[in-house]
C-alpha cells in the first residue's frame, strides 16, 4: 500500500537553496506519494530576501515537479513573524492563530488525506491542532533542523512547541544536544542529517584560478566581521561566499568573491577543490548543538575538507579548526592551522536515504506520554558517597518519569530492562591476578549475551579508555574493544574524548553516540564555610595564598612533581596543601619524602570524608590538578563547584571545559608542570571572586540528553 506523507515547511521543494528538508521529501518519494506544503511567505518575505521569491508568481497553486512531488507555497498579504524586537510579543500569539485559521483549502486537503505528516521546525507548527482536528489518525513527526531559539523563531512558538510536543508520534533531532528542547515525555529519536554520496564521489572540474581558497556556504548566522578581519590579515587568500544573502552585501575587500545561490550540484565543485571551508557562524548566537547539525560542517567533513568554525562547534571533530568570533589572533590561527593540516580522509554521515527511512519508520505511538522507561545502572546510586556523579544523574533522569535501578545480577536476570547503562566496564576486568581477570571478562561477556537475549539495549559512559593503572593493557584494550562494538549507544563527556575513543577503537559500525558533559557537584555542596572559618577549622594560615591539590593521589596525577617545583615559589606567602587518600604503598613516602622540611606545604594523605570536603575547597584560592594524562575530570568540575578556579594541562577535555567556562576558571598550561607556570597561574595572577558560569553543566539538561540517547536506540 502506497503511503501518503505531507510535509509542512519553511522551505519550499522548488528552491535552488537545499536545505535538509528537500533531501529528506525526495527521497520519501520512493517510499509513498508526497506533497509539499511552504508556510510563512507574504510581501514581508521581501526584506529578508526569501529565498522563494523567484516562486512568486507560481504561489497558491500546485504544481508537481520533476520527480513528483505536488508543491503549493502560500502566499498572503502579510504573514506573522518574531514581534520581540518592537516588543509586541503580547500580539503574536494572536497574530499566528489568526493566520493558521485561515489555512487554505488545499493545506485542509491533504492533511485528511495523509497517512504521516513531517512538520520541520519553525511556523508549521501552528498547524497541530488543525492536524488532530482533521486527521487525528495521521501519524505526526517534527523534524527539529533546529532549536527555535537559534533560528530566530517567535517566542510563541517556543511555547506553542513546549504545550504540543507530547503529541508527536516523533520527534527526530539530528543531536542529543537537541533533546532539552523537548519537554517531559515527547517521543525522541536521533535521526542524524545526511549528505547525497553520489554527489560527492562525482568527478567535478574546479572552479578555481590557481592560489588558496576558502569557502563558506550559506546565511544562516552569517558573521561578515569575520571575513572584514580573515581577507585583511591573509592578502593571498581568496574568500569565496556563496549564497549568504543579505550579510554579504557590504564586504567589498578584493580578495572576497560573492556569489548568489546555487543548486547544490554547482555548490559541490566549490567545495572539493577548496583549500578549506567556513562556518562564520555569529558569536552570541551559535548553539553547541551545531557541532552536530551544521550542514555545512557535515559537507565539509565528509569531503575530508579542512573546517574553520567557532570554537563552541569544533565537538571535538577531526579536522575542524576553532576560533573565538571577533577575534583577529584566533581567526588567524585557525585558518592557518586549517591550511597546514590539509585534505584528509573524510568520513560520511548516513545516506539520505537513510535519513528519509529512519524518519518513516518511526512509529505512531499511542501511548507516549504514559510510557515509563527502565534503567539499569552499573552504578546508579550505590556509590554516591565515593563520587556522587552517578548519584545526581539517576536523580534528575527519575525526575524525567523514568525508573532507575542499581544493577544487581537478579534483576539482571528476572527483571525487564529497556537499558543497561555501564559507566566503567574497564574496572569491571581490571584484575591483576590472571585467572580473575579471566573470570571478570567472562562475566562482562554473559551480561553482553544477556542484554542480546532480552532486547536489553547497552549503553556505556566513557569515563576512561583504559584503567588509570591498567594490569593487562594489550588484553583489556581487545576486550574494550569488543564490548564497544556490542554497545548500542555510547556516551562521552566531550568532544574530545569521543575523537581519543575513536582513534583507540576504531569501529566498523559505531553506535549512536551523544556528547553529554559531567554535571557540577552543587547540588551535593549547596553551601560552603568562609575562607577564614574553614582555615581556621583546617588550621591553615589564614593570610597565605593557599592551592590546592584535591583527590585519590595515583601516579599519573603526578603530585610528586608538584611537590617539588611548588618548593621552588619565592613568594614567602603561598602555600600547598594536598588532600587525598594514597593506595600505591611506594608512592606515600616519595611525597612525604618531596615535602620534608617544608613549612609551606602540608599533605593530607588520607581520606576525606563529605562533611569536610567543603572546608579545604572553601579554604583554598586556587586548585591544581597536574596530570601528566586525563580523559576527563570529575575533580576539576568539583572545584568550579565550590567556584574555585583550576590550573589544569591543556590535555582532554579540559580545553572544551575552558571554552565553556572561561580563560579566568580554567588556566590551561603546555607541556609539563614546573615552578614558572605555577608563579604565573597562583602567584602572579589576580584573585577571582564570584560565581563560576556552570550553565551548562546543569544535571536537567544532562538528564534530558541522556534520555534523548536512550529514547534513539529503544
Known amino acids: 500500500m502506497t503511503e501518503n506523507f505531507l510535509v509542512i515547511s519553511g522551505h519550499d521543494y522548488r528552491s535552488s537553496r537545499r536545505a535538509n528538508i528537500h533531501f529528506i521529501a525526495s527521497e520519501l518519494v520512493r517510499r509513498g506519494s508526497v506533497r509539499f506544503f511552504s508556510v510563512g511567505f ?101 523534524r527539529a533542523s533546529d532549536a527555535l531559539g537559534t533560528i530566530g523563531c517567535a517566542g510563541f512558538l517556543q511555547e506553542e512547541l513546549t504545550r504540543i510536543a507530547p503529541g508527536f508520534d516523533g520527534a527526530a533531532i539530528p543531536s542529543p544536544s537537541l533533546a532539552s528542547e523537548f519537554p517531559e515525555g515527547t517521543m525522541l529519536a536521533i ?182 522507561m527502565h534503567i539499569l545502572a552499573s552504578p546508579a546510586f550505590s556509590n554516591r558517597h565515593d563520587n556522587p556523579y552517578n548519584a545526581l544523574l539517576y536523580e534528575a533522569i527519575k525526575q524525567k518519569g523514568c525508573e532507575v535501578s542499581d544493577f544487581d545480577k537478579k534483576l539482571m536476570l528476572c527483571g525487564k530492562h529497556d537499558i543497561l547503562h555501564m559507566h566503567w566496564p574497564d574496572l569491571t576486568i581490571n584484575r591483576k591476578n590472571p585467572l580473575l581477570f579471566l573470570v571478570a571478562v567472562a562475566y562482562l561477556v554473559c551480561v553482553v549475551a544477556l542484554c542480546k537475549i532480552k532486547g536489553t539495549k547497552i549503553v556505556w559512559t566513557v569515563h576512561n579508555l583504559l584503567p588509570h593503572d591498567v594490569y593487562h593493557k594489550t588484553l583489556t584494550r581487545k576486550i574494550l574493544h569488543w564490548f564497544a562494538g556490542r554497545c548500542d549507544g555510547l556516551i562521552f563527556l566531550s568532544g574530545s574524548s569521543r575523537e581519543d575513543f575513536r582513534s583507540v577503537y576504531p569501529l566498523r559500525r559505531e553506535p549512536l553516540s551523544a556528547v553529554v558533559p559531567h554535571g557540577h557537584y552543587k547540588p551535593v555542596y549547596p553551601q560552603f564555610p568562609g575562607r577564614t572559618d574553614a582555615r581556621e577549622k583546617l588550621g591553615l594560615p589564614a593570610g597565605a595564598h593557599i592551592a590546592l591539590f584535591f583527590g585519590q593521589i595515583r601516579r599519573y596525577k603526578n603530585v610528586e ?5 611548588f618548593s621552588g615559589i619565592k613568594k614567602k606567602d603561598s602555600f600547598l596543601l594536598v588532600a587525598g587518600s594514597v593506595k600505591d604503598p611506594a608512592l606515600k613516602p616519595a611525597l612525604e619524602q618531596a615535602a620534608q622540611g617544608k613549612d609551606n606545604i602540608r599533605l593530607d594523605l588520607k581520606f576525606i570524608p ?81 560565581k563560576c558560569p556552570l550553565k551548562c553543566f546543569n544535571w536537567d539538561s544532562i538528564a534530558d540528553k541522556t534520555i534523548g540517547l536512550y529514547q534513539a536506540i529503544i
Not at 75 to 80: G, Q
Not at 256 to 282: D, S
Open 42 to 142: 507574504s510581501s514581508l518575505s521581501k526584506i529578508k530576501k526569501d529565498p522563494r521569491l523567484s516562486l512568486w508568481d507560481k504561489a497558491n497553486s500546485v504544481e508537481r515537479s520533476e520527480d513528483g512531488v505536488e508543491c503549493y507555497l502560500w502566499r498572503t498579504a502579510l504573514h506573522p513573524v518574531n514581534l520581540a524586537r518592537l516588543r509586541l510579543s503580547l500580539l503574536e500569539g494572536v497574530w499566528f492563530k489568526l493566520y493558521a485559521r485561515h489555512s487554505p483549502a488545499v493545506l485542509r486537503q491533504w492533511i485528511a488525506e495523509a497517512d504521516t505528516i513531517i512538520i520541520e521546525s519553525g511556523a508549521g507548527i501552528i498547524f497541530f491542532d488543525l492536524i488532530k482536528t482533521l486527521n487525528p489518525d495521521a501519524k505526526i513527526i517534527y
Open 191 to 372: 535521526v542524524p542529517h545526511g549528505i547525497d554520496k553520489n554527489a560527492l564521489i562525482s568527478d567535478m572540474p574546479s572552479p578555481y584560478p590557481a592560489g588558496t581558497h576558502l569557502v563558506s556556504v550559506g546565511s544562516m548566522l552569517f558573521d561578515p566581521a569575520f571575513f572584514e578581519i580573515a581577507a585583511s590579515a591573509f592578502p593571498d587568500v581568496t574568500f569565496h561566499i556563496i549564497g549568504a544573502g543579505k550579510g554579504a552585501e557590504g564586504l567589498g575587500a578584493p580578495n572576497i568573491r560573492v556569489y548568489g545561490e546555487m543548486p547544490f550540484v554547482q555548490t559541490l565543485p566549490y567545495l572539493k577543490h577548496a583549500n578549506a571551508g567556513i562556518a562564520p557562524y555569529a558569536g552570541g548566537k551559535v548553539e553547541p548543538y551545531l557541532a552536530d547539525t551544521s550542514m555545512k560542517l557535515i559537507q565539509f567533513g565528509a569531503l575530508g575538507l579542512p573546517a574553520i568554525c567557532p570554537d563552541i562547534v569544533v565537538g571535538g571533530h577531526k579536522g575542524r579548526f576553532g576560533y573565538r568570533p571577533g577575534d583577529s589572533v584566533s581567526i588567524g590561527a585557525a585558518i592557518k592551522n586549517a591550511l597546514a593540516f590539509g585534505r584528509f580522509e573524510g568520513a560520511a554521515p548516513p545516506s539520505w536515504a537513510d535519513v528519509a527511512q529512519s524518519i518513516a519508520r518511526i512509529p505512531k505511538h499511542e501511548n507516549a506520554r504514559t510510557y515509563k
Open 561 to 565: 612533581k608538584l611537590i617539588t617545583e
Open 610 to 690: 563529605d562533611e569536610d570536603i567543603p572546608y579545604y575547597f572553601a579554604a583554598a584560592d586556587i586548585v591544581v590538578l597536574p596530570y601528566t594524562n586525563i580523559l576527563n575530570s570529575g575533580a576539576a568540575l568539583l572545584a568550579l563547584s565550590f567556584d574555585r578556579p583550576v590550573v589544569v594541562p591543556a590535555l582532554g577535555s579540559l580545553r572544551e571545559l575552558q571554552e565553556m567556562v572561561g580563560s579566568d576558571w580554567v588556566r590551561l598550561y603546555e607541556g609539563e608542570i614546573n615552578t614558572q607556570i605555577l608563579e604565573r597561574h597562583i602567584v602572579d595572577a589576580p584573585p577571582l571572586n564570584g
